[in-house]
């Protein structure tokens, strides 16, 4: 779960210290107000810019997608919350679906634009993974949780190399590993082979894998277990390629927080348990969490990062039991580790651990790297961000003056880094040997709300190349902690961290902001943080709900206008390099723009349909974008950022 595997602890506690004193808090301090909600108009032209050679890696694109959505559950392998693509600077809520599901992760989304899901829990049918149409959210197929396959982890989709402009959807889970068409057609499914003793039946980590990752330098498919067990299979046939590894940590345990009051529990596990049933161990899904975060947690809590350029493995765990000081089979203290597949010197490979640093207050945050693979960013539980290179020797760390609670957000440009934490989004400026806070967003999407006397940061941060798609939660302060009664996304500017545009969606979430190729914004249905505000205030919010929710973009001829002056201003950019010694960072510039330019094609005729566009403009702006796309070469950029200039005007 990109929100909550390294912070269930935090959100949890946070909740729990919302809610010691509601009744007393409810009723001295709850007052009547007026509602009168903020209406948000068209968002003007950003003046945000790339400026300089961005991080670019030294390879190509023939198994690795393009970021264009999210392939993986934070776009892509390194991890970088960072698409290439316009998010559409005006949306709204279109549908939800599948709301049985409470959805941890996801949904990912392939190159026609079809999504795809793991359910975490179920009410009802019992299935591995489905599937849904993108534009209405219909199931267009699942493959069911049967005696082949119990479970398994997210999805992870990569580009199919024999044959060209297809994709590939992998699966694994503890009785077997697949790989799948995107039309469901199972192209191979091999069983793992592993049997859990009986005697270990009830921890559940030892089954439990986190998604799929890909090591080029062995054309291999890498996962973990939450226990810490590692595997690699190939990409081709699924076979084992190496022998299981293990992360020499102990399983992680919280030595700070306050325990869920009963009363608590009480109130919110009946919720959920109408909602999405109970967990396989008979238990809520509340109490489950719970549980997981005050004495039984995994050695590796969330997803792993493989630079594609050197294939070198990242994994946030834990450290060896004794080392927190305590010597009682749980560790206190986080570890990154450095891996990779090596010769084992009989024409095989094994995986070996090349590196180490550990943390003090711990950290469980997926690693995010830099686009060269030079920078790894992570953030332990003290409120650092913490700058490594590739060696795990630290560069610099930054105190952003309270505890992160998601992943690190990677831009390939300008520097630029976003951390989450329970209140703000956070914009800082990475100088090489020192990193800087920038700004912290505007978060006002529920100014004038009746019920609504906090606004905060409620997910992950995605960098898209018009702005920064967040989460925002309001509701009701108590102990200075909110009590989640309203979601909705919003977009801020990358310059300034206003929000450009803002409108409230369905349902808590724990995944990420996922951002698709058409702009569209998806969310997971995951609601922990809300069901403890539906619970306290049950007359002030809507009932929870599992599912997909897709909010679709509006008034098409803004996306059109924000995709091409994007493209535009990086081929400016681009044209101010040294094609000798910037030629990868320039290489990678001609392809987002390409990927931009057809964004910005693809939504002209809906914005014509729409009444956004007239059909002369329509005409004028396409062929500027067909002269241009035509002379978008290395060796032609500033012709072809003529017209996209020309094409930008147009919307002045």
């Known amino acids: 779960m990109g929100f909550l595997k390294m912070n269930a602890r935090k959100v949890i506690t946070v909740l729990l210290i919302a809610t010691a004193g509601f009744v007393v808090f409810k009723t001295v301090f709850d007052k009547p107000r007026p509602h009168n909600p903020k209406v948000f108009g068209l968002p003007e032209k950003t003046q945000w810019k790339p400026v300089g050679a961005r991080s670019a890696g030294q390879y190509n694109y023939d198994v690795i997608p393009e970021p264009d959505t999210f392939n993986a559950i934070h776009v892509n392998g390194a991890n970088s919350d960072s698409v290439w693509v316009a998010a559409a600077p ?23 634009g079809n999504l795809y899901f793991s359910p975490q829990f179920y009410h009802g049918e019992r299935v591995v993974l489905v599937s849904l149409d993108g534009k209405t959210g219909e199931r267009r197929w699942t493959i069911p949780a049967d005696d082949n396959i119990q479970a398994s982890s997210p999805a992870f989709i990569l580009n199919d190399p024999e044959n060209p402009g297809s994709q590939i959807i992998y699966i694994v889970g503890f009785d077997r590993v697949m790989a799948l068409r995107p039309d469901g057609e199972v192209i191979w499914s091999k ?50 390629i190496a022998p299981i590894g293990q992360i020499p940590g102990a399983p992680a345990i919280s030595g700070k927080g306050t325990k869920i009051p009963q009363f608590v529990l009480n109130k919110v596990d009946p919720l959920m348990d109408q909602s999405f049933g109970k967990t396989d161990e008979g238990l809520s899904l509340f109490s489950s969490a719970v549980n997981y975060i005050y004495g039984s947690g995994g050695i590796v809590t969330n997803f792993f990062s493989i630079d594609p350029g050197s294939s070198r493995i990242y994994i946030a765990a834990t450290a060896d039991d004794a080392e927190d000081g305590t010597a009682d089979g749980r560790s206190e203290i986080g ?20 590196s180490r640093k550990t943390f003090q207050g711990g950290t469980g945050s997926t690693p995010a790297l830099s686009a060269d693979g030079y920078r790894l960013y992570v953030s332990d539980n003290e409120g650092h961000v913490i700058s490594l290179d590739s060696d795990l020797v630290e560069v610099w760390r930054l105190d952003v003056g309270e ?63 018009n702005g920064v798609v967040i989460m925002i939660g309001g509701g ?42 058409d702009g569209s914004i998806y969310v997971a249905h995951s609601p922990l943080r809300r069901a403890v505000g539906k619970a306290m205030y049950p007359g002030l919010t809507a009932d929870i709900t599992g599912g997909i929710a897709r909010f679709k973009p509006i008034r098409l001829d803004l996306l059109v206008r924000d995709a091409i002056c994007a493209a535009e201003a990086r081929g400016a950019n681009a044209t101010t390099l040294n094609p000798t010694t910037e030629s990868a960072a320039i290489n990678t510039d001609v392809r987002q723009i390409k990927v931009l330019i057809k964004q910005a094609s693809g939504a002209i005729s809906m914005a014509v349909s729409d009444g956004d566009m007239t059909t002369d403009d329509a005409a004028t702006v396409g062929n500027l974008l067909e002269q241009s796309s035509a002379n978008l070469t290395l060796s032609n950029v500033k012709q072809a950022v003529a017209e996209m200039t020309a094409a930008c005007a147009m919307f002045d």
């Open 90 to 112: 005006m949306f709204q809520l279109d549908w939800v679906a599948e709301s049985a599901y409470f959805i941890g992760n996801g949904p990912l989304v392939d190159n026609q």
């Open 191 to 240: 069983a793992t082979g592993l049997s859990i003793p009986t005697s270990q039946y009830s921890n559940k980590s030892k089954g439990k894998f986190h998604s799929l990752n890909y090591h080029p330098a062995t054309d291999s498919l890498v996962s973990i277990t939450k226990a810490g067990a590692l595997f690699a299979f190939s990409r081709k046939n699924g076979e084992l």
């Open 335 to 354: 570890a990154i580790y450095a891996l990779d597949l090596v010769d084992d010197g009989s024409g095989g490979v094994v995986f070996k651990i090349l």
């Open 403 to 465: 505890p992160l609670v998601g992943s690190i957000t990677v831009s390939p440009d300008n520097h630029e880094l976003y951390a989450v934490t329970a209140s703000d989004v956070i914009q800082i400026i990475d100088k090489g040997d020192s990193g800087s806070m920038s700004w912290t967003a505007e978060l006002t999407g529920f100014d004038g709300y009746a019920n609504v006397d906090v606004q905060s940061n409620a997910l992950t941060a995605t960098v898209t190349a």
């Open 476 to 517: 009701k302060t108590l102990l200075g902690k909110t009590l989640m009664l309203h979601m909705g996304m919003g977009l801020l500017d990358r310059e300034t961290g206003k929000l450009r545009y803002f409108a409230e969606g369905r349902e808590d979430s724990l995944a990420m902001s996922v951002v698709a190729a």
